[in-house]
Nanobody
Framework: QVQLVESGGGSAQSGGSLRLSCSAS????????MGWYRQAPGKQRELVAS???????NIADSVKDRFTISGDNSKKMVYLQMNSLKAEDTAVYYC???????????????WGQGTQVTVSS
């Protein structure tokens, strides 16, 4: 069983900052990557940023230069620093990891419960 617990969501003014954290626990044999997705009302879930265990990052164009993703593999934690927030960043943000739970198992995707981020203009 793999659990992801997110924290750090909330409300901010346009131009402000928030920092999201996610902690993964449970039977993780091999962590492959971590990231953040978001889903705004009436829209599909979209990738915000991801990071591999090797440190390679992928940042969505819509947040590039404003958001930074970082991770701590030993602690199985991933962070999203969000600066210069805009109203269009308002969404539920979901933590995601890809991992193996056993040595020969297929990599699987795991999701957090989501944390609301609301940016007011």
């Amino acid at each position: 069983q793999v659990q992801l617990v997110e924290s750090g969501g909330g409300s901010a003014q346009s131009g402000g900052s928030l920092r999201l954290s996610c902690s993964a626990s449970g039977s993780i044999y091999n962590l492959l990557g971590m990231g953040w997705y978001r889903q705004a009302p009436g829209k599909q879930r979209e990738l915000v940023a991801s990071i591999t265990v090797g440190g390679n990052t992928n940042i969505a164009d819509s947040v590039k230069d404003r958001f930074t993703i970082s991770g701590d593999n030993s602690k199985k934690m991933v962070y999203l620093q969000m600066n210069s927030l805009k109203a269009e960043d308002t969404a539920v943000y979901y933590c995601h990891i890809q991992a193996r739970v056993r040595i020969w198992s297929t990599p699987s995707d795991y999701w957090g419960q989501g944390t609301q981020v609301t940016v007011s203009s």
